[in-house]
């Protein structure tokens, strides 16, 4: 695990070694089997801008002078089972006499392939809108204490509506992320990094003032293969529950837009 503020210290969370051969001379070409078994590999691979986490398989060769290395990467993905627990995302925000807006997500949680769904419902209108668009936020956090880093990384920007909204319009949200370059949520992992995910609803009027407001969501990354121990029925049950789309909705008080960052 590096951090590139912290440059020279690696820190290492997994470590195991293996001799392979008895002190003595190489004189001609050999072959070295080995094998690590049972591996714990707790978190997934991951390059950011602040920080780098890696596996890889170093052999060194010690001699008196210096040491033959060499390294080889090995990238690890971290596969999550389907949550049971996905409620959906609603909220009221707006400004006072202004503006007030309903936005709804269909769910909380998303594989890294899935689709967000949801919509934007205008309930006063009273100011001239220009266009309305929704960002995917990364947020990298490195660091504890006193020296805690924050890089945001805007992943994506999507425009849902063009134009100015009238009173009980509906604009619908369909947004796929399978074409993003994205990682599973990361929360605090061996205590010196995490990477959050947001959706970034941003409103703009002909004045080019920006309203928006954020709201954390958690990817995480689905396994493609199914056992090929489970049957074929099975299989097609796992796909139907996967692709349920029952949740409950969660509501949240009404909060004014303006505080949430108006730039």
């Known amino acids: 695990l590096e951090l590139y503020y912290d440059r020279g210290n690696h820190h290492e969370f997994v470590s195991l070694v293996k001799d392979l051969a008895r002190p003595g001379e190489f004189t001609q070409s050999q072959t070295f089997d080995f094998e690590f078994t049972h591996v714990e590999k707790p978190y997934e691979s991951y390059t950011g801008q602040n920080v780098k986490l890696r596996y890889f398989l170093r052999a060194t060769v010690s001699r008196r002078l210096n040491d033959v290395v060499k390294e080889m990467d090995i990238v690890v993905h971290t596969l999550s089972t389907y949550p049971e627990l996905n409620s959906s995302i609603k909220m009221e925000v707006g400004i006072e006499d202004c503006l007030h807006i309903e936005f709804e997500y269909n769910k909380s949680k998303y594989h890294l392939k899935d689709v967000i769904v949801g919509k934007i419902y205008f309930l006063l209108v009273r100011i001239k809108i220009k266009h309305m668009e929704i960002d995917i936020i990364k947020r990298e956090t490195t660091g504890t204490g006193p020296n805690v880093y924050h890089e945001n990384d805007t992943i994506a920007k999507y425009e849902i509506m063009d134009g100015a909204p009238v009173r009980g319009e509906s604009i619908p949200i369909r947004l796929f992320l399978a074409g993003y370059e994205l990682t599973p949520t990361m929360r605090d992992i061996n205590k010196k990094f995490s990477v959050r995910y947001y959706l970034n609803l941003v409103l703009i009027d002909e004045e080019e003032r920006r309203y ?26 796992s796909q139907r529950f996967e692709g349920s789309s029952s949740h409950t909705e969660a509501k949240t008080p009404s909060q004014p837009a303006e505080n949430n960052g108006r730039q």
């Not at 928006?212 to 049957?231: A, P």
């Open 212 to 237: 928006f407001k954020q709201q954390e969501v958690v990817l995480w990354r689905k396994g493609d293969i199914v056992r090929k121990s489970m049957s074929h029925q099975a299989a097609i049950a």
